[in-house]
């Protein structure tokens, strides 16, 4: 297993992923995703609603080179051709082991942009009883 995979392993054991179409559409709907992944062997449907969750969340699409079979084994759970990944440090090191043709970058003009945002700043995160991921919007202060 490549060091990229066993990352977000890891990453999922620390419940920054959010695994599956409907768990990263939640991830963008409560503010969290930093990055959306795409498996190789997506579907063509999964692959354009994986840009158009990435475009809504202003983050990253990154066009993953494995397949849903691989991410499965490396995540211990099923075979998930959509992940978000809901922690900025955490999409940021996984960027920087894939080679720059694998991003979609996000677009100027989507919601959640700006510095602030693409930091998760103002954003509060805990763990829910099914391991989950709760993030709320704090108040600027």
Same mark, same amino acid.
């Given at each position: 297993m490549?060091?990229? @995979? $066993?990352?977000?392993g890891i990453a999922k054991k620390a419940?920054? @992923?959010a695994e599956g179409a409907e768990p990263a559409a939640a991830a963008v709907r409560s503010? &969290? &995703?930093r990055a959306i992944l795409s498996a190789s062997d997506a579907s063509e449907a999964s692959q354009r609603r994986a =840009? =158009?969750?990435a475009a809504e969340a202003g983050?990253?699409?990154i $066009?993953?080179?494995y397949t849903k079979r691989e991410l499965g084994a490396a995540l211990g759970k099923g075979e998930p051709g959509v992940i978000a990944i809901t922690d900025a440090g955490i999409a940021a090191k996984f960027a920087s082991y894939l080679p720059p043709d694998s991003f979609t970058e996000p677009p100027e003009t989507a919601g959640n942009t700006g510095a =602030? $945002? $693409? #930091?998760g700043a103002g954003v509060k995160r #805990?763990?829910?009883r099914a391991g989950g991921i709760n993030c709320e919007r704090r108040k600027a202060q």
């Open positions: 490549e060091n990229n @995979l $066993a990352f977000l419940g920054l @992923l503010g &969290c &995703c =840009r =158009r969750l983050a990253r699409h $066009a993953l080179r =602030r $945002a $693409a #930091s #805990s763990r829910n």
